[in-house]
């Protein structure tokens, strides 16, 4: 049976659909001045501690800033999750009343949230709060894009409240936008204790497995990821890891989502999708090495990931599964024949854009549900892949490598895969990071390129450069 629930800002049981059943959504979009989100999401997170979010895309600026909760959607079961939650969203939104003059994508009621990787994997505590998927419908959200700011207000509310409500909120709203923001502060470096690798010696055994079983079989690839646990006497704040993140990483997508206590946070570079209007974009990325200071040194090691057979067939088997995921929902599909090199600050990978026009019964959901997950992280095939990572992971990803991103009320949204990412939980923080095993993988050399992928989060967490 479907497990899909819903809770209110204040509570926290699962009966109260009965609680809002005579209740409308009420959301209205009004422009703002121009505010800096980032300040914003710093001045104003610590009030809404547990109900807040935090996004932005390198690609066209947008940033999106959810704080409050109007309505979560969570679904703890692995049946349908993807249907069930597109399903439960139109039907919120067809009995809503909904002021937003504005064009502009992610303005007006929007979902924010993410799906686990796995639903059938075995389950950690540390994950439980964000279920197999958890999604937020922001009381307050600030929309940045282009230079203009919006601020939308989401409301349940009867009827005959509802204008003593929204003029309730609008006072909020000025006192959410005046908070003093100084944009020179600086926080207390966090002070890191010690860090532990989960299981190296387990893990290095299981990469031998799997490259066993992939020269044994039929299975062509399999990405297996490992864990990093940190702890602090002196833990950053979320917002001061993104602050890290937006100066470290600024051509990656940065985001945050929290759940009671706990914020999972990061910066990745994968978009999964994107659908504005009818043009979809999709991205394989796969295939990494490092990067060099020696400028020299640097275009070596982009051109010796470029010819290298092992991840161009990693990277080829990525592209294929998004153009054959993508091809039923599409008219028309643009797909370069060759990758090109997409320079992180830490990594370089191989990287190939993918253009199509929807279909006009595409929705992204239906996109996210076909794309993930990608070769880049469950592996080939799917279903084999996916059995060995159960059997060989021995740990439950939770979000991490999963969907994570947004939908707006005119079905815009973007989606990315939720990788360079970490898990903060008091004065501790679960880093993750994952390596495509083939037929020629050497664990060794697998395992220091899962150290590589850490150091970017490992980095922000403590607020160094270097």
Not at 20 to 33: D, E, P
Not at 407 to 424: C, K, P, Q
Request: hydrophobic fraction near 35%; aromatic fraction near 8%; proline fraction near 6%.
């Amino acid at each position: 049976m479907i497990n899909l629930t819903f809770r209110d800002k204040q509570l926290n049981i699962l009966s109260q659909d009965k609680d809002q059943s005579n209740k409308t959504l009420f959301s209205f979009t009004k422009k703002v001045k121009n505010i800096n989100p980032a300040f914003f999401y710093e001045s104003n997170r610590p009030h809404y501690k547990g109900k807040s979010f935090f996004w932005k895309s390198p690609d066209d600026g947008l940033v999106l800033v959810g704080l409050g909760i109007t309505r979560s959607f969570i679904n703890n079961s692995a049946e349908e999750r993807f249907g069930q939650l597109e399903r439960v969203w139109k039907k919120q939104l067809g009995s809503a009343m909904i002021d937003n003059p504005f064009e502009t994508p992610g303005t007006g009621p929007l979902l924010f949230g993410g799906f686990s990787f796995d639903p059938y994997s075995i389950k950690e505590e540390l994950w439980q709060p964000f279920g197999d998927a958890l999604f937020y419908l922001p009381k307050f959200m600030l929309t940045a894009l282009n230079g203009d700011c919006f601020m939308t207000v989401n409301l349940l509310e009867n009827k005959e409240h509802e204008e003593a409500a929204r003029l309730h909120a609008e006072k909020e709203i000025e006192e959410l936008i005046s908070h003093p923001m100084n944009e020179n502060e600086h926080h207390a470096s966090s002070s890191l204790l010690y860090k532990e690798e989960h299981s190296v010696g387990e893990w290095l055994t299981s990469v031998r497995d799997v490259v066993n079983l992939i020269k044994e079989t039929k299975v062509e690839k399999v990405v297996l990821s490992r864990k990093m646990r940190l702890v602090f006497s002196n833990p950053p704040a979320p917002e001061e890891v993104l602050q890290n993140l937006n100066s470290q990483q600024p051509n990656s997508f940065i985001f945050a989502i929290e759940s009671g206590e706990r914020c999972f946070v990061g910066a990745s570079p994968e978009r999964l999708v994107k659908k504005s209007g009818n043009t979809i974009f999709s991205a394989s990325l796969a295939g990494s090495i490092g990067r060099n200071k020696d400028p020299e040194e640097d275009l070596k090691l982009g051109q010796t990931l470029i010819t290298d057979e092992k991840n161009l067939h990693e990277h080829a088997l990525v592209v294929e599964m998004i153009k054959n995921a993508l091809a039923p929902h599409c008219i028309s599909m643009e797909v370069p024949k060759h990758p090109e090199l997409l320079k992180t600050p830490y990594i370089q990978h191989l990287y190939t854009p993918v253009k199509g026009t929807a279909k006009s019964s595409t929705s992204i959901f239906q996109l996210v549900e076909k794309l993930h997950p990608t070769p880049a992280l469950g592996g080939v095939p799917t279903d084999k892949a996916l059995e060995l990572i159960r059997e060989k992971e021995m740990m439950d990803r939770g979000l991490y490598a999963g969907p994570i991103g947004w939908t707006d009320f005119r079905g815009n949204g973007e989606f990315i895969v939720a990788i360079r990412s970490g898990l903060m939980k008091q004065d501790e923080a679960y880093l993750y990071a994952g390596c495509g095993l083939v037929a020629d993988s050497n664990p060794e050399e697998e395992l220091k390129e899962t150290s590589m992928k850490f150091e970017p989060m490992l980095l922000a967490m403590e607020g160094t450069e270097e």
